[in-house]
């Protein structure tokens, strides 16, 4: 199989170290600070805003691929990016345009989906 | 047994009954799981660019496919049996963020299609995109002035 040869494991091994040590963090602020989780992502997002806008994060995406570009730091960087990328074609108007319609697609399938799952699924009866 | 007497004895007296923080044992699960999923989100990457998408487009893919199988498996109330095991292993990734919207919009359907799935969607994702998408355009707005 071609695709199998041209897999870069390093990159891969990279991956699954920096993607998991991000979690641990996430797990080392669950366990001491009593976040909950919705604090938990909102903060790994605009972490993630400052570090892409700040332009430290692409380094982490160049070194680990799918690792720093997976966790929602990444998709925070992600919104940067495209905020800064399009505000340096059109001005403030690309600041607001830029940052979502580079997320696009993971926002809408997220919308998308939940909608559709719920047309499907039964919610499960609470044990409490 | 000794009446407890000060805030103190009663604090080490808790703190002796209470069951250790597995801290150590859940950062090793948050990290095994974190890793499988982002080696699952690169393994799809890879496989975009082998096809001869570019860097952008593959990894939007990978974004809406990882949603999409959180999606499945929230829906197969598989997912919080994942999250259990894996704290932030699961909750930190996109899943995590594609979970919080799909797990309401189906514990919800009972409270109706508009106020219940469509508003109750975004108890978790909302936030998360109010301070993700304004900070983004802060940035935005700054990097028109420095650049």
């Known amino acids: 199989m071609d695709f199998f040869q041209s897999i870069d494991f390093g990159l891969l091994v990279r991956c699954f170290i920096v993607g998991g040590l991000i979690c641990i963090i996430g797990q080392i602020l669950i366990d001491k600070t009593k976040l909950t ?8 997002v605009t972490v993630g805003v400052i570090l892409g806008g700040l332009g430290i994060y692409k380094y982490v995406i160049d070194f680990a691929g ?8 990444g998709f925070g960087a992600n919104l940067a990016k495209g905020a800064i990328e399009s505000a340096s074609e059109q ?22 989906f939940g909608y559709i799952a719920s047309l499907i699924a039964k919610p499960k009866i609470k044990k409490q | 047994m000794n009446p407890i007497e000060t805030a103190k004895e009663y604090n080490e007296y808790v703190e002796a009954k209470s069951p ?51 999606a499945l498996l929230t829906s197969l109330n598989l997912f919080n049996k994942i999250g259990k095991f894996a704290g932030a292993g699961s ?29 109750k969607m975004f108890t978790v994702a909302g936030p998360v995109l109010v301070y993700g998408i304004s900070a983004s355009i802060l940035v935005g707005i700054i990097s028109c002035f420095f650049i």
Not at chain 2, 96 to 113: H, L, M, Q, T, W
Request: hydrophobic share 50%; aromatic share 10%; with cysteine.
């Open chain 1, 37 to 44: 989780s919705a604090r938990i992502l909102v903060v790994f």
């Open chain 1, 66 to 73: 799918c690792g720093a570009t997976v966790p929602l730091l």
């Open chain 2, 20 to 70: 250790k923080s597995p801290i150590f044992k859940n950062c090793l699960h948050a990290f095994l799981v974190g890793g499988l999923i982002c080696s699952i989100g690169q393994l799809i990457f890879e496989f975009c660019t082998f096809k001869g998408l570019d860097t952008v487009s593959a990894n939007n893919i990978v974004a809406i496919s990882l949603i999409g199988i959180s």
């Open chain 1, 91 to 112: 001005g403030v108007l690309g600041a607001f345009i830029g940052g979502v319609k580079a997320s696009a697609g993971g926002i809408a399938a997220a919308v998308f």
């Open chain 2, 91 to 119: 909750l930190v990734p996109i899943t995590g963020f594609a979970n919080s919207i799909v797990s309401p919009a189906i514990e919800y359907k009972s409270e109706g299609y508009v106020l219940g799935v469509g508003s």
